[in-house]
């Protein structure tokens, strides 16, 4: 039984959460649990010659963009977190960190060998504490 489902959005790609978001929502109203959304964006790093203010604003274009697709994606009032860093590390971390209890990813359409599964997907499924519902590509 979940109590906590995390569903990982990449806001500037729809096959990480056009097919996932719908499965989350019904995983989460079958189970009665608390869904909720990460976004993972690049490390800012401040060098000598970039401003100080360098990449303000990201995080919360990134969060904005994710709520736009939760809201129209029928998920208003799911919480939405934005973590720095790499994509797989950063979802692994963040769930092991808040108890989730599932994660659910979506598979995008790759090349051989890995058909349908990228190497965030599969070093989250292979490292996860938690379970990890793939929900495949459907437009094959």
Not at 53 to 65: D, F, I, M, S, T
Not at 94 to 113: L, N, Q, Y
């Amino acid at each position: 039984m979940a109590t906590k489902i995390l569903l990982p959005i990449d806001h500037s790609d729809d096959r990480s959460w056009k097919q996932a978001l719908p499965v989350a929502l019904e995983q989460a109203k079958f189970y009665g649990a608390e869904l909720h959304a990460v976004a993972v964006i690049p490390e800012i790093i401040q060098l000598p010659n970039l401003p100080a203010n360098y990449g303000a604003g990201a995080r919360e274009h990134v969060r904005n963009a994710v709520q736009t697709i939760l809201d129209n994606g029928g998920a208003a009032g799911v919480a939405v977190h934005v973590q720095e860093g790499s994509v797989y590390r950063e979802i692994l971390k963040f769930a092991h960190k808040e108890s989730f209890d599932m994660i659910v990813m979506a598979s995008t359409k790759g090349d051989f060998p890995n058909y349908e599964i990228g190497p965030n997907l599969a070093r989250v499924v292979r490292n996860a504490h938690c379970t990890v519902m793939v929900v495949r590509d459907q437009s094959r």
